[in-house]
Nanobody, 130 residues
Framework: EVQLQASGGGLVQAGGSLRLSCAASGFTFDHYTVTWFRQAPGKEREGVACISSSDGSTFYGDSVKGRATISSDNAKRTVFLQINSLKSEDTAVYYC???????????????????????WGQGTQVTVSS
């Protein structure tokens, strides 16, 4: 079965760190942009970070810039998202998504959820307690 599996969420104290994983099954991330989104109750889905397999370029949302690192292990077909210095406002369901985005368009479109029409993970809850 072709799918994405997101994992690694949980309850973390403010100031702590978390590492989320997005594993692909049935396909590889070659030529895909893989992005982490998050959605808090009552809020729109927000692009957190992405990595482009074409050249390894990464992009981050303003809310996590300087605190997050996205990386990939192609052999394991997994993309990781590490967030440090967690804040209560990081509480959300985190989703990973994958799409073939033409490289020249990644920087301007990576954070738009509607761009991702093929693969979405099921979401993993992150709760940061203050």
């Amino acid at each position: 079965e072709v799918q994405l599996q997101a994992s690694g969420g949980g309850l973390v104290q403010a100031g702590g760190s978390l590492r989320l994983s997005c594993a692909a099954s049935g396909f590889t991330f070659d030529h895909y942009t893989v992005t982490w989104f998050r959605q808090a109750p009552g809020k729109e889905r927000e692009g957190v970070a992405c990595i482009s397999s074409s050249d390894g370029s990464t992009f981050y949302g303003d809310s996590v810039k300087g605190r997050a690192t996205i990386s990939s292990d192609n052999a394991k077909r997994t993309v990781f998202l590490q967030i440090n210095s967690l804040k209560s406002e990081d509480t959300a369901v985190y989703y990973c998504a994958a799409e073939r985005i033409p490289p020249p368009l990644v920087h301007s479109s990576w954070s738009i959820p509607q761009v991702y029409t093929h693969f979405w993970g099921q979401g993993t809850q992150v709760t940061v307690s203050s």
